[in-house]
């Protein structure tokens, strides 16, 4: 957060319009000098923050796979297959993609 501050900062003072800038018409290069080296040790900071984090043995969760319906249970497959375009008809058709959903419904129970 400080860091994009202190960039948007120096963009201001470097780019911005004349109501927009800072107190001085150009910055001195001191004080660029000094945002510089914030960033530089912002960064750098950012950087050791993975490996420290590294250090640590923190177990995840495997993620468990989703578990099928019963075998018991009475599939109905549909197919959608989507228009053609006129002036394609009789072309042959090219498999790009496919998704495939399964989801449970409630049906009214059957009489033998």
């Known amino acids: 957060m400080e860091l994009t501050a202190i960039v ?6 470097l780019y911005g319009t004349r109501s927009e800038r800072l107190r001085s018409d150009t910055p001195i ?7 510089l080296d914030e960033i530089v040790t912002g960064v750098a900071a950012i950087e050791a923050e ?4 590294g250090g ?5 969760r495997a993620s ?5 319906f019963g075998a018991h249970l009475e599939r109905v497959e549909i197919v959608v297959e989507p228009e053609v375009p006129p ?7 090219v498999l790009i993609g496919e998704d495939v ?3 449970l419904d409630v049906t009214p ?3 033998a």
């Open 8 to 13: 948007k900062m120096l963009e201001r003072t």
């Open 29 to 35: 290069d001191e004080q660029i000098a000094f945002v």
């Open 50 to 53: 993975p490996a420290q984090a």
């Open 56 to 60: 640590q043995d923190k177990s995840k």
């Open 64 to 68: 468990r796979p989703r578990k099928e």
């Open 87 to 93: 002036g394609c008809e009789g072309l042959e058709k």
């Open 101 to 103: 959903s399964r989801r």
């Open 109 to 111: 129970t059957k009489s």
